[in-house]
């Protein structure tokens, strides 16, 4: 866990007892080295998956973090990449990285609250990956329908996911447990911090994206070990 260009536990623990935006802020130096960013065993095959054989005009990382994720879209994109994420820090360190990534597209990154997203039509597809977990149950529905809007017709919503794991499971019993320190972190500390596992998971996340108007399909078998549970879920909008 600890890289040695990482983040040190001092400087993870100053993290969560921050506010959501203000830790990622703190962590975003160093974010590259830490287990929290989505690898790209994931993120490439993702792509390759939605993009290889036809590409798009344009596309939008939702919660972008360093811009892992534009950076493999811009080669496949002719238009624009769009990246929003409401920590400065995060988005900073994305301008590095993603302007050194090899394409055609124009590159925006914009500061701002995925909840309060005002696009209109603008995009063929959307990708979030790795930060469903920051989106509370309770603003999943505005999470969904924002989106919903961004995408032109037959725009595609994307994200790997899967099913939860088995309940005697170390990694479901590990996720339940920082899940409970998490809420009582956030019960005892202002700002709060919102992160938890096991949230945006199939079946659940596939009717959510279907009441929203999406039709909606799994991916299987497009990722490596230890990653080959999760599934690709594309949400085309009708």
Not at 161 to 170: E, F, I, K, L, Q
Not at 212 to 221: A, C, L, P
Not at 225 to 232: E, G, M, T, V
Request: aromatic share 10%.
């Amino acid at each position: 866990m600890f890289h040695p260009q990482g983040p040190s536990f001092w400087e993870l623990a100053r993290q969560a007892l921050s506010s959501t935006e203000h830790g990622y802020d703190l962590l975003a130096p160093k974010f590259e080295y830490t287990p929290f960013r989505t690898p790209d065993a994931v993120i490439e095959p993702a792509v390759a998956s939605l993009l290889a054989d036809r590409g798009c005009h344009s596309a939008l990382d939702i919660c972008c973090g360093t811009g892992a994720a534009m950076a493999q879209l811009r080669p496949y994109c002719r238009e624009r990449v769009v990246g929003i994420d409401f920590s400065k820090g995060m988005l900073e360190q994305a301008h590095k990285l993603v302007h050194r990534a090899e394409g055609p597209a124009h590159i925006e990154l914009v500061k701002g609250d995925v909840l309060e997203m005002d696009f209109r039509q603008e995009f063929d597809l959307a990708v979030c990956f790795g930060a469903l977990g920051h989106i509370l149950p309770r603003d999943e529905d505005r999470f969904v329908d924002n989106i919903y809007r961004a995408l032109r017709p037959g725009g595609r919503f994307a994200v790997a996911t899967g099913y939860s794991p088995p309940p005697r499971s170390r990694a479901y019993v590990l996720s339940k447990l920082f899940n409970t320190a998490m809420r009582v972190r956030n019960a005892l500390i202002r700002p709060r911090f919102i992160m938890y596992y096991l949230t945006f998971l199939l079946p659940n996340a596939q009717h959510l994206l279907q009441r929203h108007g999406f039709t909606t399909e799994i991916r299987e078998g497009l990722f490596p070990a230890p990653y080959s549970s999760f599934k690709l879920l594309v949400a085309t909008k009708r």
